[in-house]
Nanobody
Framework: QVQLVESGGGLVQAGESLRLSCAASGSIFSFNAMGWYRQAPGKRRELVASIRSGGSTNYADSVEGRFTISRDNVKNMVYLEMNTLKPGDTALYYC?????????????????????WGQGTQVTVSS
């Protein structure tokens, strides 16, 4: 059971930036993928970004070009740099891990692939 702890959320104005951090209790390199998803009232849960063990990344259309996911395998940390924030980015952001023993040969992470997550950190963007 991996433990994930998010931090870095806060209240910012539109156009500003935030960097979220996720501390993992296990070796993130041993996981199939790490990701960030968000949940906002009245909206569907959305996988914002993911990074596979090999380093390839994927982003939701709503954030591509503005957000960047990265990891530090030595520190077992995952980050989400969020630039040019918009009010629509307001949500509770969760760090997640795909810890399954195996994945398909053609692995493209989706929200349902992640089986572990943290408590979340709130991001609020005002106009």
């Amino acid at each position: 059971q991996v433990q994930l702890v998010e931090s870095g959320g806060g209240l910012v104005q539109a156009g500003e930036s935030l960097r979220l951090s996720c501390a993992a209790s296990g070796s993130i390199f041993s996981f199939n993928a790490m990701g960030w998803y968000r949940q906002a009232p009245g909206k569907r849960r959305e996988l914002v970004a993911s990074i596979r063990s090999g380093g390839s990344t994927n982003y939701a259309d709503s954030v591509e070009g503005r957000f960047t996911i990265s990891r530090d395998n030595v520190k077992n940390m995952v980050y989400l740099e969020m630039n040019t924030l918009k009010p629509g980015d307001t949500a509770l952001y969760y760090c997640a891990a795909d810890t399954r023993p195996s994945v398909p040969l053609r692995y493209n992470p989706t929200l349902s692939d992640f089986d572990s997550w943290g408590q979340g950190t709130q991001v609020t963007v005002s106009s």
